[in-house]
């Protein structure tokens, strides 16, 4: 079973790095990132599983535990040196104003993405303290500037070329508690409950046809208000339920609600290319989520999940993905999301890292127009 197991793993696993092709890495606690982001009813992973389901910690050791920072990154479109290049601070929404006009000519023949995402906690006795942070700057060249650059961006750009480039970021800090409940009869029931700080981050700015022309700053988006970000604080509940027979082992289904009281951190983006109207950017969207796993004795494990059944945050995602502890201090892991991708991952020791074909980060949904 052991060797027929490991073989599966490694096929999938082949299978899994033959499919990527755009960079997302995870260094840091996040199991559940080389597994297609599966695995919100199993307990194999206290380091950051509270995050995806607060029930977990009812099924958690008691000792005090701290978890290794996790650390997310992706870039679409850009190189490293690019990212150096037209990268901003938290204040501009992540791009310099004064090099949008730069990247237009240089890089607006696509779109450009890049993120990052911070995370980590810490856990006793069925009580848990989290923090986490994400940012993602995106860039929605018009029809008219995608030609113009691809073709070697000579002579003057498109009298209707533009560039309008968008910026979301938000952390939170979760204080949560998670408790099993045992009933004769049927599977235990653990239940969990999250409450979180949140403070959310919006920017919007643009370059036309004259400032790429005269390598001149962007304009703030009418959104802006004159402001070159927008934040917005506010408070959440995030709530979970796993059935299982067992803590360590056998089958598990579980379900959570986040933001099932929702942070009030919305914003109005007005349309790229200036189309009129606007879309409402929520970072913080409710969304009910269910999965199911399965761990072995032989340390193999299973895990699937529909995430956002409803849609509320516009993240509707079947996720599928494995764990094969082959030693004591080595994993293999590999997944796939049907909106993210492929993912493949390795455990070494307390250390994960993890490979995937997309952002799958919580804001990858925020900007499509």
């Keep these: 079973m052991a060797f027929a197991t490991r073989s ?3 096929a999938f696993a082949t299978l899994t790095l033959a499919g ?22 199993v307990p194999y992973d206290w380091n950051s599983s509270g995050r995806l389901n607060p029930a977990i910690y009812g099924l958690l050791p008691s000792q005090f535990r701290f978890s290794v920072p996790g650390l997310a990154y992706r870039f ?7 990212l150096r290049t037209y990268s901003g601070n938290i204040n501009d929404g992540g791009l ?3 090099q949008l006009s730069d990247l237009a000519r240089n890089l607006g023949d ?12 810490f856990f006793m006795s069925g009580f848990a303290l989290d923090f986490s ?15 113009w650059s691809g073709s070697g961006a000579n002579g003057a750009p498109p009298a209707d070329a533009q560039l309008d480039a968008y910026g979301v970021a938000g952390y939170e800090t979760g ?8 009933m004769d009869g049927v599977p235990d029931a653990s239940l969990g409950v999250r409450v979180k700080l949140v403070k959310s981050y919006y920017t919007h700015q643009f370059v036309d046809s004259n400032a790429i022309a005269n390598n001149s700053g962007s304009t703030l988006g009418s959104e802006m208000g004159g402001n070159q970000v927008l934040s917005r604080d506010s408070a959440g509940v995030d709530l979970g339920i796993i059935l299982s027979s067992s803590k360590t082992e056998g089958f598990f289904a579980g379900a959570t609600i986040d933001n099932f009281i929702t942070p009030e951190t919305s914003f109005a983006a007005t349309l790229p290319n200036n189309v009129v109207g606007t879309k409402i950017i929520r970072p913080y969207a409710r969304m009910v989520n269910a999965g199911v796993g399965y761990l072995t004795p032989d340390r193999f494990m299973v895990a699937a999940d529909v995430y956002d059944i409803f849609n509320g945050g516009g993240a509707k995602e079947f996720r599928s993905g494995f764990e094969y502890l082959m030693t004591d201090w080595f994993a293999l892991r590999g997944g796939y999301a049907s909106r993210s991708g492929f993912t493949m991952g390795v455990g070494l020791g307390d250390i994960n890292l993890a490979y995937s074909t997309q952002y799958p980060g919580q804001f990858n949904y925020a900007f499509r127009f």
């Design 96 to 98: 310099d104003p004064n």
């Design 175 to 182: 204080f949560a508690y998670g408790r099993r409940i045992r």
């Design 20 to 41: 990527i092709g755009q960079a997302q890495i995870v260094i840091g606690s996040g199991r559940a990132s080389g597994m297609g982001r599966a695995g919100l009813a």
């Design 8 to 10: 599966l793993c490694l």
């Design 76 to 82: 679409q479109g850009l190189s490293f040196n690019d």
């Design 133 to 147: 942070g994400e940012g993602l700057a995106a860039t929605r060249p018009n029809a008219s500037l995608q030609a």
């Design 110 to 121: 696509e779109n450009v993405e890049f993120g990052l995402g911070l995370s980590g906690s």
